[in-house]
């Protein structure tokens, strides 16, 4: 594996990470007041 690929895969996850972590955020805030809400929304997607 070459310095490019290696280069592009850690920004990669870094992003990846980055809006995980934030969508979890988020998800969790909004899962807080309305639970039920939530897990419906979850199986209609």
């Known amino acids: 594996m070459n310095r490019q690929f290696w280069k592009q895969f850690v ?11 934030t969508f979890n955020s988020k998800l969790f805030a909004a899962e807080l007041p309305q639970p039920v809400a939530v897990q419906t929304s979850q199986v209609d997607c």
């Not at 920004?11 to 972590?21: D, E, H, K, S, T």
């Open 11 to 21: 920004i990669a996850l870094v992003l990846f990470l980055l809006g995980y972590f």
